[in-house]
């Protein structure tokens, strides 16, 4: 058996205005995992109610384009060793459901027109994201959470950078980037995605933490890695359901367990 908990962020970037969002998200998914729920439901159950808040930099309030379009990335990665991820979909007010359905397909991620045709298929509906006209912070959602059984699930939601061009991708959805789940140890990362992606910081503090160093350290291993201009942040949750989160700047956190 083990200590159920979760941990959850609102972007880097967002100042304490954001705060409540991410606690009412972090007590909606610990009241599924109290209530038997799966490490899934509540990461899930989290980062929806995070998508739903108009303040927050996924979902509803992602961000336009240089085109005006509202394009969404999503993804969720197990302990268990299975990732799903929907990048670039329009028209889908909670990509994290559509990149829960991928978890157990046998591909891994499906961009833009092929993420929607593919959420059609599940009669998730198609709805106008308006996006997020004044923008308060610039990034991301993510939620991570252990169940008793010991699954963990990083789940992380994104709608990218005010201008960035239509088809561009950020860390989020990227595998050992955005997000990555070791065997007893969850990472989720949030700031630009394109300086984010080139340092893989996910994966690697995940090892650092397998190879015995401490979560918090190991965090602010991943911070380093940046220019201090560079704005970044990461949640982990690990071996002991410690939740943590460290960033170079404002980030609303907070966990239960
Ligand atoms: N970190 C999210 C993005 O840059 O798209």
Redesign the pocket.
């Known amino acids: 058996m083990f200590d159920p908990a979760i941990v959850c962020h609102g972007g880097a970037g967002h100042g304490a205005k954001d705060q409540p969002g991410v606690d009412e998200a972090t007590s909606f998914g610990w009241a599924k995992l109290k209530q038997g729920g799966s490490a899934l439901e509540a990461a899930i159950a989290a980062v929806v109610m995070m998508e739903n808040d108009p303040s927050l930099?996924a979902g509803t309030g992602g961000r336009i384009r240089s085109d005006g379009s509202v394009q969404l990335?999503a993804a969720i990665m197990t302990n268990d060793g299975r990732f799903g991820a929907v990048t670039c979909i329009e028209q889908t007010k909670n990509p994290i459901l559509v990149a829960e359905k991928i978890l157990d397909k046998k591909i891994n991620m499906l961009a833009g027109r092929g993420a929607r045709e593919f959420a059609d298929t599940l009669d998730i509906p198609r709805d106008e994201v308006e996006g997020s006209i004044n923008p308060s912070g610039?990034?991301?959602v993510g939620a991570i959470a252990r169940d008793s059984s010991g699954l963990i699930v990083v789940a992380s939601s994104?709608?990218?950078?005010t201008g960035?061009p239509p088809g561009?991708?950020?860390?989020?959805p990227l595998i050992g980037a955005?997000l990555w789940c070791g065997e007893f140890v969850g990472v989720s990362?949030?700031?630009?995605?394109?300086e984010?992606t080139l340092k893989m910081p996910c994966v690697r503090i995940s090892d650092r933490v397998s190879t015995g160093n401490d979560i918090a350290a190991s965090l602010n291993w991943g911070i380093n890695q940046f220019n201090s201009d560079i704005e970044v942040g990461f949640i982990a949750l690990g071996p002991q359901g410690e939740g943590i989160g460290v960033a170079n700047t404002k980030m609303p956190w907070s966990s239960e367990s």
């Open positions: 930099n990335d610039n990034d991301t994104t709608g990218g950078c960035r561009r991708i950020g860390d989020t955005g990362a949030t700031g630009i995605g394109e984010i």
